[in-house]
């Protein structure tokens, strides 16, 4: 699809830019990611773009945690051992460091969000395994 496509599949909460193809992390995501930092002094802000069906890796983000705002689309959020939550435009998820989780889009949607890097001195993420397929084609 065309970056043009993917604005139009969002609706009105994709304001902004959609960047490059996610190819540094593309290793810990299950298909097409897009991802364009808006910051990267003092708090890292970035704007993702999943593709239906695409979500990341179980992660860890250590000492700092992570925050979702969710602009556009429909996707999921999941804490290891608790059952996975709907996410669609508007929600908020506030993600508590040394918290294993994963999130993207949902199979029938484009799924996007701002990613806030909570600053932490010595912070870190550590990509852990692969979410189970059978577990993810359970949610609708």
Known sequence: MTVEEIK???GPGA?????????????????????????AKGVGVGNVTFA????NWWHIHHKGGQILLVTAGR???QEWGKPARELK????????????????AAKDS????????????GGSNEWVEPVDPQEYKKLK
């Open 110 to 121: 484009w799924f996007q969000h701002l990613a806030i890097e909570v600053p932490a001195e």
């Open 89 to 104: 435009a508007g929600d908020v998820v506030n993600i508590k460091p040394e918290v294993k989780h994963w999130h993207g």
């Open 75 to 77: 996707g999921w959020y």
């Open 8 to 10: 139009k599949a969002l």
């Open 52 to 55: 239906p069906s695409t979500i």
């Open 15 to 39: 304001v902004f830019d959609i960047g490059e193809e996610n190819k540094a992390f593309a290793q810990y995501f299950t298909g097409e990611c897009y991802l364009k930092m808006l910051t």
